[in-house]
T-cell receptor
Framework: NAGVTQTPKFQVLKTGQSMTLQCAQDMNHNSMYWYRQDPGMGLRLIYYSASEGTTDKGEVPNGYNVSRLNKREFSLRLESAAPSQTSVYFC??????????????FGEGSWLTVV | EDQVTQSPEALRLQEGESSSLNCSYTVSGLRGLFWYRQDPGKGPEFLFTLYSAGEEKEKERLKATLTKKESFLHITAPKPEDSATYLCAVQANSGNTPLVFGKGTRLSVIA
């Protein structure tokens, strides 16, 4: 059971470089999410996609873009990385509108350092 | 604005010493309250969902309860392997509102 898979797990970027974090889920979930987690700040939502073809901003969207490529895949792009984007990034997914509610299942995280 | 506050920030227990973690929330109509466990270097792992006041759920040494304003995660006779950060999150009962997370309680259980 793969669940939610993120790549890469670790990445170091220089300020101004761009990169894309990839995420795929194999649970046939409709909704997908990108969170960042910083010490003392908890999990904060960057962007989410309620269903294929839709994306919405979360709490901290500035400096990021997303693409819902298909039902399985949801990528997060940093166009011009800044040191403030040093963080741990988590992709997650949930089945919307099922009897199990909207339980979110997380990937293992991607550690990004911007120098 | 939906809000979740967890207390204490950190808790240190001796093995076998039972205690409770608190999650206070403010939400415009609760669809669900979620508890997760997060180990260092890992993603959050789902534990429980509670939907209405008075509901309780149990898993091994953990029991989650819910009132209209807060939830408690009771840990009975904890073991060192229960050491982790416990996260609480709420979802509002409006459309497909994403979860709002608290900052977590870091639990250490000492043998």
């Amino acid at each position: 059971n793969a669940g939610v898979t993120q790549t890469p797990k670790f990445q170091v970027l220089k300020t101004g470089q761009s990169m894309t974090l990839q995420c795929a889920q194999d649970m046939n979930h409709n909704s997908m999410y990108w969170y960042r987690q910083d010490p003392g700040m908890g999990l904060r939502l960057i962007y989410y996609s309620a269903s294929e073809g839709t994306t919405d901003k979360g709490e901290v969207p500035n400096g990021y873009n997303v693409s819902r490529l298909n039902k399985r895949e949801f990528s997060l792009r940093l166009e011009s990385a800044a040191p403030s984007q040093t963080s741990v990034y988590f992709c997650a997914s949930s089945a919307t509108g099922t009897s199990s509610g909207n339980t979110i299942y997380f990937g293992e995280g991607s550690w990004l350092t911007v120098v | 604005e939906d809000q979740v506050t967890q207390s204490p920030e950190a808790l240190r227990l001796q093995e076998g010493e039972s205690s409770s973690l608190n999650c206070s929330y403010t939400v415009s109509g609760l669809r669900g309250l979620f508890w997760y466990r997060q180990d260092p270097g890992k993603g959050p792992e789902f534990l429980f969902t509670l939907y209405s006041a008075g509901e309780e759920k149990e898993k091994e040494r953990l029991k989650a309860t819910l009132t209209k304003k807060e939830s408690f995660l009771h840990i009975t006779a904890p073991k060192p392997e229960d050491s982790a950060t416990y996260l609480c999150a709420v979802q509002a009962n409006s459309g497909n509102t994403p979860l709002v997370f608290g900052k977590g309680t870091r639990l250490s259980v000492i043998a």
